[in-house]
């Protein structure tokens, strides 16, 4: 577990480091077109942060619409920066470097989240294995209608038969009596 959580911080450091690349790279793009001050800070913020907020979109904890919502945020935004990225190097190097960093960062993420550790997963299936094997063995107990509810299955299905067994009884009582009718019946009109 202590490998997952260091190589998963690791990951984020490497991530907030693209960020920070990214950062200086808008503000020389911004520069370059003649933006400066708050105008050219505003810029990372917009396009990269968005780009964040887009992940965070795509995480687990949000439904399927709000998923999409932020891998389209993740796609414009991150295709966005790679182009300031690119557009801030003044050499060829610089705008590789630039375009470097914004995959990792775009991609890094995702990488993070994704990070689990063998045991973590095989814990999980065991824990399901083992749900459902008391999902199974307890089935009985949605389909007792008992008055008091039975503590076993053995339980359940004896007070079952025996009912069965007692209205078979009744039923044969039943036409017995019957027939006895009949038969007193015809004696007594003939
Ligand atoms: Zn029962």
Redesign the pocket.
């Known amino acids: 577990m202590r490998k997952v959580t260091f190589v998963k911080a690791i990951v984020k450091l490497y991530f907030i480091t693209a960020l920070g690349f990214s950062f200086d790279h808008f503000i020389h793009a911004a520069e370059k077109v003649g933006l400066h001050g708050i105008g050219a800070v505003s810029m990372p913020f917009a396009i990269d942060g968005l780009a964040v907020v887009g992940m965070v979109l795509r995480s687990k904890d949000f439904d399927n619409t709000t998923n999409k919502i932020g891998l389209w945020l993740q796609m414009i935004c991150g295709t966005l920066s790679l182009a300031v990225n690119i557009y801030a190097g003044n050499t060829i190097g610089e705008s590789i470097q630039g375009a470097v960093w914004v995959v990792l960062y775009v991609t890094l993420e995702s990488v993070s989240g994704k990070i689990k550790s063998r045991k973590a997963v095989e814990d999980a299936d065991a824990i399901a294995q083992a749900e459902a094997a008391i999902a199974a063995a307890s089935a009985w107990l949605s389909v007792?209608?008992?008055p008091t509810?039975?503590t076993s299955e053995a339980?359940?299905q004896s007070?079952?038969s025996a009912a069965v067994k007692r209205s078979k009884t009744m039923a044969r009582k039943a036409r017995l009596v019957k027939t006895q009718n009949a038969a007193l019946a015809s004696l007594v009109s003939a």
Do not use: S
């Open positions: 007792c209608t008992h509810t039975c339980q359940c007070k079952t």
